[in-house]
């Protein structure tokens, strides 16, 4: 029954290789087997979005997804969202200015979530900002400081691209 | 919230998947894996053998042929949501999946697996209801097309055979010019509704609605059409009088109680929802240029 499969992905631009059993979720792979503890689980069941992942550049759960089903895609995790340089990401140095995070749990699976609303949407409105946010629960702060940092974020990364 | 052991299986075509699904007892289709992952970390759900059909070929696409929209199974939900197309043919199905759950589960969430799911209150099983489609199932056995009402079979269950898959849904979209809502009470966005309606009206020549539907999800095991609401509208002025009767109809259907909600409460959402969704479909068929 726990037969052992292989898994070959690429996550943050480095390519990986394990075993693992077919049961493992792809947030217990990421932690247990490749040792990003970056990405956080919290309810295992889909409900908190704590363990938000990119995979090909999508925001999925990755509690909700099994690692074999991985195989052969490409992972951002919140340790890949900084520059190689190590220069915070446009929506992480707006999340300190702007102190959008408490105790930090729910912040990684948020800055993958607004990762991608920001990449498709340069320009989101606060509604559209809070109606993504509903995927990701904070238990600290609310979510204003967080919505105000996504708006200051993507007005720089306006800024930075040049044309609206 | 680990599943239990499972033998895993990735076919690459819907004969095989098929085929592993005749072998095996106790086995499970992988669609989206938004419902079932989370019933297996609970273990509610321990099956021996999961075939994913995330690597079978062609089981996803939306596609526009003549009046008909048809969408492959796998289809992922952000897919429809952010479909310029669809927003043009059939823009209630976009109102409809934005609430459906949220952003990361619509990303990996499948049309085929919601409709499979076939929660009570599941926005896309309303779709269905809505536009009475027909849904596509495939097995060794042949090809086979069951209405929404014959595929709907009870609570959270759908009446294919253990071999069959369902391969897509096809629905025949309203003409252009048509007035959609699509409105629904959860306690939290993203959550399950209590109570959802999806409303289409479509308005003649001298602005009398020629054409009403009207689905209700939430009331009890399957989302039903309120036909008797849907009666009262057709041949009468889109007003508010109209609208308030067509409600009150909608609110007599029969309504289950749980440890949260009553029966009543029900009721009371699917006239105000009504209401609601009929006014702003009205609204909004109003604003367009008629086909």
Same mark, same amino acid.
């Given at each position: 029954?726990?037969?052992? #499969? ?10 990986? %290789?394990?075993? *693992?059993?077919? #049961?493992?979720?792809?947030? +217990? ?17 889909? *409900? ?21 089903? @991985? ?6 995790? *919140? ?5 190689? +340089?190590? @220069? ?8 300190? %200015? ?27 409105? %606060? ?38 | ?61 939306? &596609? ?12 992922? $939900? ?40 076939? !929660? ?11 536009? !009475? ?24 269950? &759908? ?29 939290? &966005? ?40 849907? !009666? ?35 009721? &009371? ?18 604003? $367009?240029?008629?086909?």
């Amino acid at each position: 029954m726990s037969e052992i #499969r292989r898994v070959a992905v690429t996550v943050n631009g480095k390519a990986y %290789e394990r075993s *693992v059993e077919p #049961r493992m979720s792809l947030g +217990d792979f990421l932690r247990h087997e490749l040792e990003l503890t970056g990405t956080h689980l919290g309810c295992e069941h889909g *409900v908190c979005g704590a363990c938000t992942v990119l995979v090909n550049g999508l925001s999925v759960r990755a509690c909700l997804m099994l690692a074999v089903q @991985a195989q052969g895609q490409e992972i951002t995790t *919140v340790e890949g969202l900084a520059r190689a +340089d190590g @220069a915070l990401s446009p929506l992480q140095q707006a999340f300190w %200015e702007k102190h959008a995070l408490q105790c930090g749990f729910c912040t990684p699976g948020i800055l993958c979530t607004l990762t991608e609303l920001l990449r498709d949407n340069p320009d989101p409105s %606060e509604a559209e900002i809070r109606a993504t946010l509903s995927g990701n629960i904070c238990r600290c702060t609310g979510y204003q400081a967080i919505v105000d940092a996504t708006l200051l974020a993507a007005e720089r990364m306006r800024g930075e691209g040049g044309a609206r | 919230m680990k599943p239990a052991a499972f033998a895993y299986h990735d076919p690459t075509s819907l004969a095989e998947a098929s085929a592993l699904l005749a072998r095996h007892e106790n086995a499970r289709l992988l669609a989206g894996g938004q419902s079932l992952i989370p019933m297996m970390n609970f273990r509610y759900v321990t099956p021996d053998h999961l075939i994913d059909l995330n690597t079978v070929a062609g089981l996803s696409g939306i &596609h526009a042929s003549g009046e008909t929209l048809r969408l492959g199974a796998m289809t992922r $939900q952000r897919e429809v949501e952010f479909s310029a197309e669809i927003g043009r043919a059939c823009p209630i199905l976009i109102e409809a999946l934005a609430q459906v759950g949220h952003r990361q589960t619509r990303n990996r969430g499948t049309i085929g697996g919601s409709l499979c799911h076939l !929660d009570p209150a599941a926005e896309l099983a309303n779709i269905a209801a809505l536009h !009475d489609a027909t849904l596509e199932a495939e097995s060794a056995r042949g090809r086979r097309r069951l209405g929404f009402a014959e595929f709907a079979h009870g609570y959270m269950t &759908h009446a294919l055979a253990q071999d069959e898959i369902l391969t897509a849904i096809a629905l025949e979209p309203w003409p252009r010019g048509h007035g959609y809502a699509f409105l629904e009470l959860a306690r939290r &966005h993203g959550d399950f509704a209590i109570v959802a309606v999806g409303a289409l009206l479509a308005l003649d020549a001298r602005g009398n609605i020629a054409r009403a539907a009207l689905a209700i999800s939430g009331l009890g095991a399957l989302p039903v059409r309120a036909t008797k609401a849907q !009666d009262l509208l057709r041949g009468a002025k889109p007003t508010r009088e109209s609208f308030l009767a067509a409600a009150a109809e909608a609110g007599k259907l029969d309504a289950m109680s749980d440890a949260y909600v009553s029966a009543a409460y029900r009721q &009371h959402l699917a006239r105000t929802l009504t209401q609601r969704a009929l006014e702003r479909a009205a609204q909004r068929a109003a604003e $367009q240029p008629r086909a």
